[in-house]
Structure formats: C-alpha cells, structure tokens
C-alpha cells in the first residue's frame, strides 16, 4: 500500500491497522518513495552469555569464553 506524508499525519492509526495486519505501507513524499512502515517481529533472545561478538567472533580457536578470559586476566598484577 501507498501513502503520501500528509497521510501519514492525519491518518497514522489507520495506516498503523493496516500494519498490523500483515502489509507494508510505503511513505511517499512530493511522489518519491521515502519510508516504509513494515510489521515490527520481535526476535528471539539468543544466549550471549557465551558467544563471541566484535573482534572476537572471528576466532574460532576459543571453546570457552569464560575460561579464556579468566585466564587472560590471571597475568595482571
């Protein structure tokens, strides 16, 4: 579904309806294409207590997290 800005003012609860039933809805603005107002899914919390991110997801040597930070930690005075 298409939808001017100015609809999108006046008419945000109808254009949020139509969302929530499942379509997208794209803002146009002067004719163009500007945003599009899809249904939010919520994700799945996935455990990130033990998995790697930044510069670390790279290194696939390291089993365990924990035990490799602990140990990297025991060399501080």
């Known amino acids: 579904m298409k939808a001017t800005a100015k609809d999108l003012r ?36 996935k455990n990130k207590e033990d998995e790697l991110f930044g510069i670390w997801k790279d290194h696939k040597d390291i089993q365990n997290i924990n035990e490799y930070v602990r140990n990297l930690r025991k060399g501080r005075p």
Do not use: D, M
């Open 10 to 45: 006046f008419q945000s609860r109808e254009l949020l309806n139509t969302v929530n039933r499942g379509e997208e809805v794209v803002i146009t603005y002067r004719g163009k294409p500007c945003a599009k107002l899809v249904p939010y899914h919520k994700e799945e919390k």
